[in-house]
């Protein structure tokens, strides 16, 4: 009996190994998120349909003007034998066309529409793109912080543990165990807070992702010292090439100057031309109608001074917003270096702060140094590798919004291309 009960255990041990974890959270990378943030996300789902609904747009500028048909049947009024005359007496069909040019016109500034549209799904994009990095990075940043607030905990508790023995045995004051419970509280309720930090990250990116809130899920990666050097006149001409900002407004006044175009085209006649069938007993032909319109009164003055204003503003703004570029990239380029600066100075102090915590948990135990020391000593430890690990994120926080700027990678990652 114990045999089969061996070999039975033997078995379920064997399938336990072989079968995968299915119910483990999945990993999700970094190159898995920003390809859901891109696919699902529904601000990108919105904008998409945006493009969709100006390609719509299109087809309609590029179609002609709708015929008109008309039917003339005769009277209503009844002759002298009483019958009314409800003959077909003639029909005709029109088609009406835009003066010669305008209807190139319009195609180009609904072209434009559909360019502008997909520039706007670009810096849709590019913001989705730093939130959700943003949000990942917060989230490893909030495991790190997890496990620095567990760590202190636990020094904490081994503290408070001498504490309660050197009271004990008369060599601490009952002052010093009520100090060393205060900050054992503290120390637990900085790891609670990490904790549902984690937690509020973990459903925002869910969101980011258009996924559940509650999706579960795990990231192994970790944040890294990125050593990049950045060139101010090149990120500056990198954004004037590929900001959707510039292309958006250049587009723009594309289509300003595409308008004023086609006001100034109406001013010509707009030709029209149709067939003519006529049944009546007394004249049964057909014949072909051509015709015009002529803008007689004005002669479309006022949608040409208006084209003409829409046109001029829209130059001053395309050059505005080509100063505001550049302004951020420079703005984006001072953070990015002051953030690499503070985070040398960081990793210089974590050196000493790991050395200090080290060196004041043996001169605690060595009675070499008093209570409050000691407490000064790991605070100051634990907030140095606290700030450590946020000034990383920071860097990398940074470099992001540096990429949104210029809507390029200075990490040569293919995300903004």
């Given at each position: 009996?114990?045999?089969?009960?061996l070999?039975?255990?033997?078995?379920?041990?064997?399938?336990?190994?072989?079968?995968?974890?299915?119910?483990?959270d999945?990993?999700?990378t970094?190159?898995?998120?920003?390809?859901?943030?891109?696919?699902?996300?529904p601000r990108?789902?919105?904008?998409?349909?945006a493009?969709?609904?100006?390609?719509?747009?299109?087809?309609t500028?590029r179609?002609f003007?709708?015929?008109?048909v008309?039917?003339?049947?005769?009277?209503?009024?009844?002759?002298?034998e009483?019958?009314?005359?409800?003959?077909?007496?003639?029909?005709?069909?029109?088609?009406?066309?835009?003066?010669?040019g305008v209807?190139?016109?319009k195609?180009?500034i609904a072209?434009?529409?559909v360019?502008?549209?997909?520039?706007?799904?670009?810096?849709?994009w590019?913001?989705?793109?730093v939130?959700?990095?943003?949000v990942?990075?917060?989230?490893?940043l909030?495991?790190?912080?997890?496990?620095?607030?567990?760590?202190?905990?636990?020094i904490?508790?081994?503290?408070?543990?001498?504490?309660?023995?050197?009271f004990?045995?008369?060599?601490a004051?009952?002052?010093?165990?009520?100090?060393?419970?205060?900050?054992?509280?503290?120390?637990?309720n900085?790891y609670?807070?990490?904790?549902?930090?984690l937690?509020?990250?973990?459903?925002?990116?869910?969101l980011?992702?258009?996924?559940?809130?509650?999706?579960s899920?795990?990231?192994e990666?970790?944040?890294?010292?990125?050593?990049?050097r950045?060139?101010f006149q090149?990120?500056?001409?990198?954004?004037?090439?590929?900001?959707?900002a510039?292309?958006s407004?250049?587009?723009?006044l594309n289509?300003?100057?595409?308008n004023?175009?086609k006001?100034?085209l109406?001013?010509?006649?707009?030709p029209?031309?149709?067939?003519?069938?006529?049944?009546?007993?007394?004249?049964?032909d057909?014949?072909?109608?051509?015709?015009?319109?002529?803008?007689?009164?004005n002669?479309?003055?006022?949608e040409?001074?208006?084209a003409?204003?829409?046109k001029?503003?829209?130059?001053?703004?395309?050059?505005?917003?080509?100063?505001?570029?550049a302004?951020?990239?420079?703005?984006a380029?001072l953070n990015?270096?002051?953030?690499?600066?503070?985070f040398e100075?960081?990793?210089?102090s974590?050196?000493?702060a790991?050395?200090?915590?080290?060196l004041a948990n043996?001169?605690?135990?060595?009675?070499?140094?008093?209570?409050?020391?000691?407490?000064?000593?790991?605070?100051t430890?634990t907030?140095?590798?606290?700030k450590?690990y946020a000034?990383l994120f920071?860097?990398?926080?940074?470099?992001?919004e540096?990429?949104k700027?210029i809507?390029?990678?200075v990490?040569?990652?293919?995300?903004?291309?």
């Open positions: 009996m114990n045999k089969r009960i070999i039975v255990i033997a078995g379920i041990a064997f399938l336990v190994s072989i079968i995968p974890k299915v119910y483990a999945e990993p999700l970094l190159e898995k998120a920003l390809t859901l943030a891109f696919e699902n996300n990108m789902m919105e904008a998409g349909k493009v969709d609904a100006a390609k719509g747009d299109l087809i500028a179609t003007v709708n015929p008109e008309e039917f003339e049947i005769g009277g209503l009024k009844k002759n002298a009483g019958k009314r005359k409800t003959n077909l007496d003639s029909f005709e069909i029109r088609q009406g066309f835009d003066p010669p209807r190139g016109a195609s180009k072209q434009n529409e360019l502008l549209q997909q520039e706007l799904v670009r810096s849709v590019s913001q989705v793109y939130e959700a990095r943003e990942y990075s917060r989230i490893i909030n495991k790190k912080e997890l496990e620095l607030a567990n760590e202190n905990l636990d904490l508790r081994q503290f408070f543990s001498r504490v309660q023995q050197r004990q045995s008369g060599q004051l009952k002052n010093d165990v009520q100090r060393a419970k205060i900050e054992l509280f503290d120390a637990e900085a609670l807070a990490a904790e549902k930090e937690k509020t990250n973990k459903a925002k990116l869910n980011l992702l258009g996924r559940a809130m509650d999706t899920f795990e990231i990666e970790e944040l890294k010292d990125e050593e990049l950045f060139d090149e990120l500056t001409q990198t954004a004037f090439s590929k900001s959707p510039i292309k407004e250049d587009l723009a289509s300003k100057t595409a004023l175009t006001e100034q109406k001013r010509l006649p707009s029209f031309v149709g067939f003519k069938r006529t049944t009546e007993e007394y004249e049964n057909s014949s072909v109608v051509v015709g015009f319109s002529v803008p007689l009164w002669l479309n003055q006022g040409v001074k208006k003409k204003a829409e001029d503003a829209q130059i001053v703004k395309t050059q505005a917003v080509k100063r505001e570029v302004f951020n990239v420079f703005e380029y990015a270096e002051l953030a690499h600066r503070q100075l960081l990793k210089k974590l050196e000493e790991n050395e200090l915590l080290h043996l001169r605690y135990s060595e009675g070499e140094i008093d209570f409050i020391n000691f407490l000064d000593q790991i605070r430890a907030q140095t590798r606290i450590y000034g920071s860097l990398n926080k940074a470099i992001n540096l990429e700027t809507y390029a990678s990490r040569k990652e293919g995300y903004l291309q």
